[in-house]
């Protein structure tokens, strides 16, 4: 059986990431509230394992769900990751929540990634920094055309309208 779990592991890195990160910062002034799980799930994305994924709370969910957006680490699939490409990913997945800008009720969304990952991680941390140790053969397997996929197969987080079932869509 596949768990879930919340994670005050995850929890901390991603305190001293926001710390550290002053474009993040508004996150916690504007006191967004964010989960965080580990799952063993090996989960897959076009063939190359997912990392990370930051997920949107639906507002039908909140209820249950006292937050606005759920980040799930996949520990089988990170296993092998040193502490800092940890503080990248977690970096990554957090770049990746958004306000919607239009009206005048804030709307939180899910940042898409601009280039194949965050230019901002990129910058920073050069475009192979999920590579280096990740999995070992796992992810260092694979042509040319799976590299360049990589990164952004390494995250899971889908925004809104990219989903093809639609199931972000509804807000
Ligand atoms: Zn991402």
Known sequence: MEYVKVSEEYSGIAEKVIDEHEDLHWIRNLKVRIGYLASDREKKKDGGLVLGECIKVKPLYRPYVPHD???????????GLTENQMEILMYHEL????????????????????????????????????????SKEKLSTGGENREKKQIQNACGSVPEGDRPDGSGRSN
Do not use: S
């Open 95 to 134: 770049l990746h929540i958004g306000i919607d800008e239009a009206g005048e009720e804030l709307k939180y969304n899910i940042n898409p990634h601009d280039v194949e990952d965050f230019r901002t991680v990129i910058d920073r941390y050069g475009i192979d920094w999920a590579k280096r140790g990740a």
């Open 69 to 79: 957006f759920l980040i799930v680490i996949y520990e089988t699939n990170t296993a």
